[in-house]
Structures are given as structure tokens and as C-alpha cells.
């Protein structure tokens, strides 16, 4: 009488097939997730801008996005004193800070886009959902070159990695392109 099963060497050649694949797999997946945190991070900003919008929209009030560079967090206020200026004094945070995945932060040394330059750096939403940019800050357009900060938001790595994501925001609010160079 024949037994149906396996033979030891068959389950050991199985056993080693799966594991020469998962070591394969585990030396790819660094790799694989390269800029994930930046990319990350650049669909954060993306939402926050929709949540900023949505809600200027419907409560028929200017809201601001304020950006603290160096912590890589941004903060929604509403504009309550109706002065259509933003001022974090009087106006209110109406969400909890949106903070960009772990070690991304918003470009804002030398190189770095005009609306980082300013003192407090925001953004403002009409009602209409249009965006305004700070006095002395105007909408500029996409170049992703790693040279250039001709775009209107730069996210880079905290720890000096390499890459780099290029915002770029439309006059009507909403961000039109999310490009990532690994340089």
C-alpha cells in the first residue's frame, strides 16, 4: 500500500524556495519605500488644503493655514474677527495640527519658496474657495528642479536624505501638482 504525501526533501526544497523569495523581497523594500514619507506628507498638505477650503466655503468665512517650518506641522485657523487678515492672536484653530510624516519638514532655509521666507508663513481661503498668498508672495509656477524653488511649497527630509517634493498650488486652492525628485 502507497502512502500520498510529501518526502522530506520535497517540504526542505519548498521551505527553501519561500525563504531565498522572502530574502529577496525584505533586500528590495528599502528601496521600494524610498521618498514614501515625502510623498506622504505631500498628500497631507494636499487634504489639508481641501478641509481649508471646504470649510471657507461653507461657513462663508476666510480660513488660513498656517505652516511652522521647522516643526513640519501646519495649523487650520478660522479668520473670527472677520478682519480678513491673519493674525494668530485673534483668530481661532478650529483643527487639531496637522503634522507631516515623521522627519519631513517644509523647505525653509536659503533655497527655500517665498512664502517661507516671511515671518509667520500662511495661506488664506476666500469663501469661494480661492486662495490668497501673503503680501510679497505670489503664485509661482511648477519647476521641479532640484536647483530651483520656483513652486510654492518644497517639503524635504529633517535627517538630509536625499529627495525632495514639489508643491504646486492653483489661485483657486487647489494643489495642482505633487512632484517627487530623489535626487
Aim: one cysteine or more.
Amino acid at each position: 500500500m502507497k502512502r500520498n504525501g510529501f518526502t522530506l526533501i520535497e517540504l526542505l526544497m519548498v521551505i527553501s524556495i519561500i525563504i531565498m523569495i522572502t530574502s529577496m523581497t525584505v533586500i528590495m523594500l528599502p528601496t521600494m519605500l524610498k521618498g514614501q514619507g515625502l510623498k506622504q506628507s505631500g498628500y497631507l498638505i494636499k487634504n489639508a488644503f481641501s478641509q481649508a477650503r471646504q470649510l471657507a466655503a461653507s461657513e462663508r468665512l476666510m480660513h488660513f493655514i498656517y505652516f511652522m517650518p521647522d516643526k513640519g506641522t501646519m495649523l487650520l485657523y478660522e479668520d473670527t474677527d472677520d478682519d480678513k487678515k491673519f493674525n494668530r492672536d485673534t483668530d481661532t484653530q478650529v483643527a487639531p495640527p496637522i503634522k507631516l510624516s515623521k522627519d519631513v519638514i517644509f523647505l525653509s532655509e536659503n533655497e527655500c519658496p517665498p512664502l517661507f521666507k516671511i515671518k509667520d508663513p500662511y495661506v488664506a481661503f476666500r469663501n469661494d474657495g480661492s486662495i490668497i498668498f501673503p503680501n510679497g508672495v505670489e503664485d509661482l509656477p511648477l519647476d521641479p528642479n532640484p536647483n530651483d524653488t520656483n513652486t510654492d511649497i518644497i517639503l524635504v527630509d529633517s535627517k538630509k536624505r536625499p529627495g525632495k517634493v514639489f508643491l504646486d498650488i492653483e489661485a483657486s486652492g487647489i494643489i495642482r501638482k505633487i512632484i517627487y525628485k530623489p535626487e
